[in-house]
């Protein structure tokens, strides 16, 4: 059972657009929404992260839009570039479990067009 | 600083055969993390160390998965008997402490099993 999901599978932007990817989960116990890069061959690489407390964290060109009560949370890559070509993975965590793994979403393979 | 390393990058094995991986954490930190990543998807918790004590081990497939981290710094994931199935990346994570949600991810070892 996915405990995270998301979408699009694939995502494909014009060099100076905004990237958009959604997430959606189930358990309410999630208190950490981290978002990570992989590039072929690498492993995953955190980008940014929220908890639910608040509703945007901006960092740069990324921002994180959480939305508590439909349990959904996006990612906005403004300004999309050809070195954002990456697949992108959200997650969540319990912290209080005090084991911290991570449940993944299953990617979006973003292509930004020079 | 070096960040989390792991080998062999590349593992060829035949069907049947044990092998190990191992993870080199970033120094000083507490938490260690094993995840096996499919083809095409996400990250998949494996197991969970904080210093020598492995804490979580839900995730291990099936009992031929074995984790060891004895001095609290290297770890190996051993696989016995290998199957088809096994075949993935095996990604090591670390973070600094338990309060910490931060896991930096080593490129990981990609596991062929034929």
């Known amino acids: 059972q996915q405990q995270v999901k998301q979408s699009p599978q694939s995502l494909i932007v014009q060099k100076g657009g905004i990237s958009i990817i959604n997430c959606a989960y189930e358990?309410?116990?999630?208190?950490?929404f981290p978002w990570y890069q992989q590039f072929p061959g690498k492993g995953p690489a955190l980008l940014i992260a929220?908890?639910?407390?608040?509703s945007e964290k901006k960092e740069g060109r990324f921002t994180i839009s959480f939305n508590k009560s439909a349990k959904q949370f996006s990612l906005h890559i403004m300004d999309s570039q050809p070195g954002d070509s990456a697949t992108y993975f959200c997650?969540?965590?319990?912290?209080?479990?005090?084991?911290?793994?991570?449940?993944f979403g299953t990617g979006t393979r973003l292509t930004v067009i020079p | 600083g070096a960040g989390v390393s792991q080998s062999p990058r590349y593992k060829v094995a035949k069907r049947g055969q044990d092998v190990a991986l191992r993870c080199d954490p970033i120094?000083?930190?507490?938490?260690l993390f094993w995840y096996q990543q499919a083809l095409g998807q996400g990250p998949e918790f494996l197991t969970y160390?904080?210093?020598?004590?492995?804490?979580?081990k839900s995730g291990l497939p099936s009992d031929r998965f074995f984790a060891e981290r004895p001095e609290g710094s290297v770890s190996t994931l051993k696989i016995q008997r290998t199957q088809q199935e096994d075949s993935a990346v095996y990604l090591c994570?670390?973070?600094?402490?338990?309060?910490?949600?931060?896991?930096?991810f080593g490129p990981g070892t990609r596991l062929t099993v034929l």
């Open positions: 994570a670390s973070a600094l402490t338990l309060a910490y949600n931060e896991q930096f």
């Open positions: 120094s000083g930190h507490v938490s």
């Open positions: 358990n309410t116990a999630f208190d950490y």
């Open positions: 160390f904080q210093n020598e004590a492995q804490l979580d």
């Open positions: 929220i908890r639910p407390d608040v």
């Open positions: 997650a969540a965590s319990i912290r209080q479990t005090g084991a911290n793994n991570l449940f």
